[in-house]
T-cell receptor, first 111, second 112 residues
Framework: AQSVTQLDSQVPVFEEAPVELRCNYSSSVSVYLFWYVQYPNQGLQLLLKYLSGSTLVKGINGFEAEFNKSQTSFHLRKPSVHISDTAEYFCAVPNDYKLSFGAGTTVTVRA | EAQVTQNPRYLITVTGKKLTVTCSQNMNHEYMSWYRQDPGLGLRQIYYSMNVEVTDKGDVPEGYKVSRKEKRNFPLILESPSPNQTSLYFC???????????FGPGTRLTVL
């Protein structure tokens, strides 16, 4: 079964600074990968997805992620964060009729 | 508007009092699923359904029941809730077998 590991549980960052959230996946022949965001007291929203093709995936709200097969990683980045990016972020992989999620990374943006 | 709805959004109950959390989708999706979210554990699948009258266990099914009598609805039933079922619950639906899932807004359940 495929799985993902999020390497950071908490990431504090100052406003307008860059942020990177790390996600590693278990090796497989083919893989789809997702990043979801959960804003405070809200549901899950799809940020971006990798299905195939270009390894650099652009998502909503200025986020992007790079699929790296040799390092089995799918790190999420944003060059300049805003206070409104404060949220919990989940990496996920489809796996036998479900999504398998990482433990989540809480991003706190400070002024 | 395409959406997954859940009710109630917040629920406080006591140990042993049966409850049902409803989930409904308007996208004619075959696949529906329930997850629970706990701090440090991410989301874990409870049950899923591939279509009407077809359900199967996920990773953490103990203490839960589901039914799928209609395509649009997938209620989650806790026959005898216990405090360890205090959690945030999400319903999801998809036209594929979980490749792209649409999530509901969540139900925060507290069992005292």
């Amino acid at each position: 079964a495929q799985s993902v590991t999020q390497l950071d549980s908490q990431v504090p960052v100052f406003e307008e600074a860059p942020v990177e959230l790390r996600c590693n996946y278990s090796s497989s022949v083919s893989v789809y990968l997702f990043w979801y965001v959960q804003y405070p007291n809200q549901g899950l929203q799809l940020l971006l997805k990798y299905l195939s093709g270009s390894t650099l995936v652009k998502g909503i709200n200025g986020f992007e992620a790079e699929f790296n097969k040799s390092q089995t990683s799918f790190h999420l980045r944003k060059p300049s964060v805003h206070i409104s990016d404060t949220a919990e972020y989940f990496c996920a992989v489809p796996n036998d009729y479900k999504l398998s999620f990482g433990a989540g990374t809480t991003v706190t943006v400070r002024a | 508007e395409a959406q997954v709805t859940q009710n109630p959004r917040y629920l406080i109950t006591v140990t042993g009092k049966k409850l049902t959390v409803t989930c409904s989708q308007n996208m004619n999706h075959e696949y529906m699923s329930w997850y629970r979210q706990d701090p440090g554990l991410g989301l874990r699948q409870i049950y899923y359904s591939m279509n009407v009258e077809v359900t199967d266990k996920g990773d953490v099914p103990e203490g839960y029941k589901v039914s799928r009598k209609e395509k649009r609805n997938f209620p989650l039933i806790l026959e005898s809730p216990s405090p360890n079922q205090t959690s945030l619950y999400f319903c999801a639906s998809s036209s594929n077998t979980g490749i792209k899932q649409f999530f509901g807004p969540g139900t925060r359940l507290t069992v005292l």
